[in-house]
Structure formats: C-alpha cells, structure tokens
C-alpha cells in the first residue's frame, strides 16, 4: 500500500446505505470517530508524551482537569487502565475494595485489581445498583491486625449491568464523606459519568467532587475511538504516572488519539440527551413486545436491560436470531439483553431494529 503523500487530502470513510447496516445496539463502545475527529487526528501537533511533551496530551488532560474542578489528569489507553491504576494507587496487597457485585471493575476487567493490584473485592448485591452508607459500613473490616483491611470504596456511575442506573449526588456525597472519617479512600468508575450528569442535569465537576479519585471514558458515549481520563490530585496523577508506565500505558506521539478526545470532550456532552431519549424510546417499545418485560424506572441513561423469558427462549437465542436480522445485542445473563444506544444510532435506526424484533417474535 503507497502512503499518504503530502500534497494528498484525507478522504471521509465511504458510508453503507443506511438500510444494509447493522444496527448495532451492543455498546456504546462501538462508536466511530467522527470526521472532525478525524481531520483532528491527521492534523495533530505530537511529542513524546512519556517525556509529557506531546502538547495535544497535555491540552486533553489540563481541559479535563479544568471540567473536573481538579488539579491534574492523565489520559490513559482504556478505562480498565485507569481503574486499575487507581486501585493500585490507594491500596497496597491484601487490602480489601468494597464494590457491587455486578461492577465493572470486579465483573469486566479480569479481576485485575487482584492478578495486578493484589486486592480482595469485597462485593455486595444491591438491586438497582446503587451502593448506600448503611450498606457498606457492615463491609468495613475492623481494625484487627490479623484481618484484611478495607482501603477503598469503588463507585460506578451510570451502573453498566444494573441498566445504567445514576448515583444521586446525596448518597455519593454521604459515602464519600463517611468514608472519609473512617480513613478509606473513594473511587469512581465514572465511565460514563457525562450520561450520569446530564440525567442529573449537574455538571461533572459538582457531582464528583467529593471523589478521591474519578475514571471516566472518552471511547463510549462521547464517541472517541480509543481512551479514558483519570482525574484527581497533582500528587495522586503524578503517582497514577507511575502505574501507567509500569502497567504498559506509557504512549509516544499519542497526540494524534487525543485530539480525537479533545473534541469528544468539548462536543458530545451536549448531545447525550439524545442518546437517552432514544434510549426511553426503544425501552417503551420493547415493553410492549410479548414475552419481554422491562423495568423501565430503571432506564435512566442510554442503556436497557431486558428480560426475554417469556418468549420461551434464551437471550443468546433472541441476540443470534437478531444478528441474522441485522440488528446486534448482547445477552447479559440467560434471559437479559443489553441493548444501547449511541451517536451510531438515531431514531431511524431503532425503528427499524424494532420492526425486525417484532417480526422475529412474529414468526416464533
């Protein structure tokens, strides 16, 4: 293949007509860059960022920092990394991080705080997953020398697997003050934490605040094709440097993934309402097919899980049927399906997926 020569422009990606698509509701991480995104990252200035001299980078995390109301940020190559790192962070081996059960850290990440981190997930089931002072406090283990002691409480908000449930800021705000006075650190898997702000209609910065640590994603909702932020203090992300570069995430000119980043900072949050509607939308349809049941107090962001059992068959069943239709989701569980929705996905498109659901169900 003949590079790019200088004189030449970069063209936009040929799109399939609209109806030969797949639909793809499986993740908001199947995102594509936008053209803008794109024109960015051809023309990004670089440097060497393990020598922090690659002036996108330091742009991405000095305006990520700002948004946050914090001292400093670290651009990281996925939010797993950056989870990782603040474990690893806050904790030393054989401490004990109280999580949900269903947490993405603990479910979706290969137990890595423990491979890694050297950490005990303490977990616990709540239904909406929704974590409450009076459900961690009997987690915290005493201060008994021959005991594993509890070092950090992990938060994730949306919640992924409990349907992107939102933290109300009166109960973070609480757990990360309690936990405080009880000398334990708090982290947010804030993945999509600009989903969880605009259903609070607050901006980031005010419902993280009290956070010790916050992760959130550039790649899902925001639409950026690689990349997370970890946000804190200067001395926590001059430490989370450490682990970065220890952990393998130590990038040269990754400027050129940044620039992409910068505009899915300052751009997409703006149109995330978009996705949630879209998302009530399809979650309203979906509950008045037969044999599905959706909990729909519990569809608050962009993400739907819903129960198929009554369509006497499973969800890998219901997904595989789909995919040959053209539509893609993903079993959670062996009645749930995860369906999201994402910039990729505009009301069209959920009209169509419905009308190849109904008609799967017709013929079943």
């Known amino acids: 293949m003949n590079p790019v020569s200088a004189t030449q422009t970069i063209s936009e990606p ?3 007509p609209a109806s030969t698509m797949a639909i793809d509701l499986r993740s908001d991480t199947v995102t594509r860059p936008s053209p803008e995104m794109r024109r960015a990252m051809a023309e990004a200035p670089v440097g060497d960022d393990v020598y922090a001299e690659d002036p996108t980078i330091n742009k991405l995390q000095a305006r990520a920092a700002e948004i946050f109301g914090r001292e400093a940020s670290i651009f990281v190559p996925s939010g797993s990394m950056g989870n990782l790192i603040a474990v690893k962070t806050w904790t030393h081996h054989g401490d004990e991080v109280i999580i949900e059960e269903r947490g993405h850290i603990h479910q979706f990440e290969m137990d890595s705080i423990t491979a890694i981190a050297g950490c005990m997930p303490r977990t616990t089931y709540v239904e909406d997953g929704i974590l409450r002072w009076d459900v961690i406090e009997p987690l915290i283990r005493p201060k008994v ?3 594993a002691q509890t070092a950090l409480v992990s938060l994730e908000s949306s919640h992924n697997m409990a349907g992107g449930t939102v933290y109300p800021p009166e109960v973070s705000d609480e ?3 309690r936990a405080h006075d009880a000398g334990l650190r708090v982290h947010l898997d804030g993945a999509r934490i600009f989903n969880a702000a605009v259903y609070l209609g607050r ?11 916050v992760m959130f ?4 909702g925001l639409g950026a094709p690689v990349g997370s932020m970890l946000v804190g203090s200067r001395e926590f992300i001059e430490k989370a440097r450490v682990y970065r570069k220890l952990f393998g995430g130590g990038m040269r000119q990754v400027g050129v993934l940044g620039a992409a980043g910068l505009i899915a900072l300052e751009k997409s949050p703006s149109r995330l309402h978009e996705d949630h509607a879209n998302a009530r939308y399809l979650a309203e349809a979906l509950a008045e097919l037969p044999g599905i049941k959706v909990d729909l107090r519990k569809v608050q962001t962009n993400i739907i899980i819903f129960d198929v059992r009554g369509t006497g068959r499973t969800a890998a069943e219901i997904s595989a049927a789909l995919a040959k239709r053209n539509v893609l989701a993903n079993p959670t569980g062996k ?13 069209a498109a959920i009209d169509r997926a419905l009308v190849e659901f109904r008609a799967l169900l017709a013929a079943a």
Do not use: N, P
């Not at 901006?203 to 640590?213: G, L, P, Q, R």
């Open 145 to 147: 020398y021959y005991r």
């Open 14 to 16: 040929e799109k399939q």
């Open 335 to 347: 009645y749930d399906i995860r369906m999201l929705t994402h910039v990729d996905v505009d009301r």
């Open 203 to 213: 901006s980031v910065a005010e419902i993280t605040h009290k956070f010790d640590s």
């Open 217 to 220: 994603c550039l790649s899902k």
């Open 175 to 177: 757990i990360c003050d």
